[in-house]
T-cell receptor, first 115, second 112 residues
Framework: EAGVVQSPRYKIIEKKQPVAFWCNPI?????LYWYLQNLGQGPELLIR????????DSQLPKDRFSAERLKGVDSTLKIQPAELGDSAVYLC?????????????FGPGTRLTVL | SQQGEEDPQALSIQEGENATMNCSYK?????LQWYRQNSGRGLVHLIL?????REKHSGRLRVTLDTSKKSSSLLITASRAADTASYFC????????????FGKGMKLTVNP
């Protein structure tokens, strides 16, 4: 079974530039998550999708962050404009069943550096 | 916000020794999960224990949960160099919007 795929793995941009991250979850996994992980910290949930519906985006800074999951499969997370404090690892995860009570499978993450 | 807090924050042991990591949390939970993260394989789910369970085993892993003390422990027996990683506990909070909240993690180093 192929794992969660994320791209790019690394991204370096200047502040105020836009950036986008892409995630392809494990086939058949209806639930998809985006997390942010700062250095020395655990992941923090940004948004959770059940199929194409965003069911929890309370932690997503909506002034600059947006996400979409068209057709309930791949997902894109965008930041526009990026700020210095956005430097972090952005993780995508998926799970087979609805809700967060189940095992989540994580992708390798995208390490974002904002200069 | 992070609920779980792992203790110790760092642990260094010799191969073959046992490693015990503790996690404390603040609010009522549905379940508690342990994850491992290393540079080679990213974040990997290790084991899940439900709020009505007290102990669970998986291979060399043993997890206990004490809901009265709001704490859990992860025991890795006969550690290997490959167990070197950061370990996170994550709690699924009860009620309202289900949310899996990760702790800050702890760094385990197993010396060969």
């Amino acid at each position: 079974e192929a794992g969660v795929v994320q791209s790019p793995r690394y991204k370096i941009i200047e502040k105020k530039q836009p950036v986008a991250f892409w995630c392809n979850p494990i086939s058949g996994h209806n639930t998809l998550y985006w997390y942010l992980q700062n250095l020395g910290q655990g992941p923090e949930l940004l948004i959770r999708y059940e199929n194409e519906e965003a069911v929890d985006d309370s932690q997503l800074p909506k002034d600059r962050f947006s996400a979409e999951r068209l057709k309930g499969v791949d997902s894109t997370l965008k930041i526009q404009p990026a700020e210095l404090g956005d430097s972090a690892v952005y993780l995508c995860a998926s799970s087979r069943r609805r809700g967060q009570g189940n095992e989540q499978f994580f992708g390798p993450g995208t390490r974002l550096t904002v200069l | 916000s992070q609920q779980g807090e792992e203790d110790p924050q760092a642990l260094s042991i010799q191969e073959g020794e046992n490693a015990t990591m503790n996690c404390s949390y603040k609010t009522s939970i549905n379940n508690l999960q342990w994850y491992r993260q290393n540079s080679g394989r990213g974040l990997v789910h290790l084991i899940l224990i439900r709020s009505n369970e007290r102990e669970k085993h998986s291979g060399r892993l043993r997890v206990t949960l004490d809901t009265s003390k709001k704490s859990s422990s992860l025991l890795i027996t006969a550690s290997r160099a490959a167990d070197t990683a950061s370990y996170f506990c994550a709690t699924l909070t009860q009620g309202g919007s289900e949310k899996l909240v990760f702790g800050k993690g702890m760094k385990l180093t197993v010396n060969p």
